[in-house]
């Protein structure tokens, strides 16, 4: 059987999603989770996903390693600090903003843990500055520029319209779409 270039760019296109999302979100989620713990601090998961927000919240469900799981999606409040729960594996998606945690104090949680959110970001360096003073350690998980998927993203929502604003290279962001001017 003959292999095609069309049959290499379908390998390298989901190989790569399979090992960018899959694989390395859990990596880092259970990095976070064993720091958070070691320290006796929650986790903060921000941009965890709502069922079918996403290809892998649609393939292995939403994220729920965080004691809270953040989510611009999510329908809940968010818990205050006194909310926070101490047992691992926390509730349902709470609505909020990764830009603006001001909700919690400095160093409330032990870890941020933000797996494939930065890239969707309008200003992706305040929301990091953001999760540096509310977390311990921050935990960030962006695709790799040389994956199909870094360059367009996919929202189940909007097949036709790239769900990426930025592309990050060398630890430096560039951005990839201009959200449309208002006013």
């Known amino acids: 059987m003959k292999t095609t270039p069309l049959k290499w760019a379908a390998v390298w296109a989901v190989g790569g999603y399979c090992y960018d999302v899959l694989y390395r979100t859990k990596k880092a989620e259970k990095e976070a989770v064993a720091y958070a713990r070691s320290v006796g601090k929650p986790v903060l998961n921000v941009g965890s996903g709502t069922r079918g927000s996403n290809i892998a919240s649609v393939l ?44 919690y104090p400095d160093k409330t949680f032990g870890s ?62 560039y951005p990839l779409w201009q959200p449309p001017q208002v006013g």
């Open 60 to 103: 292995v469900g939403p994220s729920r390693v965080g004691d809270v799981n953040l989510d611009l999606a999510g329908k809940t409040l968010c818990p205050t600090t006194k909310q926070l729960r101490e047992a691992f594996g926390g509730p349902p998606a709470c609505q909020g903003d990764a830009h603006d945690l001001s909700q």
């Open 112 to 173: 941020v843990v933000a797996c494939h959110i930065l890239e969707h970001l309008d200003d992706p360096a305040k929301a990091l500055a953001e999760w540096q003073r509310v977390g311990d350690r921050v935990f960030v998980v962006v695709p790799r520029w040389w994956w199909m998927h870094a360059w367009w993203g996919f929202d189940p929502s909007q097949p036709l319209s790239p769900a990426h604003k930025w592309v990050f290279v060398g630890g430096k962001g």
